[in-house]
T-cell receptor
């Protein structure tokens, strides 16, 4: 049972444009959401998070939006840079589980110079 | 700060054998989680240790077991290896009970032949 879904396996964007990565979840109890970036041969690196009490969180070029009614979150990267090319995973956590995360299957982002 | 370190980085085992993977958490972290990432998939939660006890467990058979030591480091043991156990095994550390991200190690690539 895949509780966190990333329906786009890959995305290509021109340098300087906006990248939008999407994620859907099924468990309405999830209260904390994160995005991780992963380069080949490395472990996932934390990018940005959002609590369920918020609907937006920004950190530099990265913004995460949460739509609880739609059980949907998205990651916006503006402007996109070639170094952003990586696999992006969204993850979600139920409350009181000490950071037990459910991950999506990932979206491979390619930023074209 | 060395971050989360895992050993070994690569391992080849024969079907039916047993394997032990090791993880040292980021300094100051008290909780260790283990994830299995199969090729093309997102990380799947195996279990989590806090205060030397297994606190949460994902949908993995009893062949997967673990341990946490007083210095917060952890081991993942897999018995009676199957070909399907071939995957990247990720260790993540965090603080128990806080809305913080989990920091991942670079993983151990296990190949069962």
């Amino acid at each position: 049972d895949q509780q966190v879904k990333q329906n786009s396996p890959s995305l290509s964007v021109q340098e300087g444009r906006i990248s939008i990565l999407n994620c859907d979840y099924t468990n309405s109890m999830f209260d904390y959401f994160l995005w991780y970036k992963k380069y080949p041969a490395e472990g996932p690196t934390f990018l940005i998070s959002i609590s369920s009490i918020k609907d937006k969180n920004e950190d530099g070029r990265f913004t995460v939006f949460l739509n609880k009614s739609a059980k949907h979150l998205s990651l916006h990267i503006v402007p996109s840079q070639p170094g952003d090319s990586a696999v992006y995973f969204c993850a979600a956590r139920p409350p009181n589980t000490g950071n037990q995360f459910y991950f999506g299957t990932g979206t491979s982002l390619t930023v074209i110079p | 700060d060395a971050g989360v370190t895992q050993s070994p980085t690569h391992l080849i085992k024969t079907r039916g054998q047993q394997v032990t993977l090791r993880c040292s958490p980021k300094s100051g972290h008290d909780t260790v989680s283990w994830y299995q990432q199969a090729l093309g998939q997102g990380p799947q939660f195996i279990f989590q240790y806090y205060e030397e006890e297994e606190r949460q467990r994902g949908n993995f058979p009893d062949r997967f077991s673990g341990h946490q030591f007083p210095n917060y480091s952890s081991e993942l043991n897999v018995n009676a290896l199957l070909l399907g156990d071939s995957a990247l095994y990720l260790c993540a550390s965090s603080l128990w009970g806080w809305d913080t991200e989990a920091f991942f190690g670079q993983g151990t690539r296990l190949t069962v032949v």
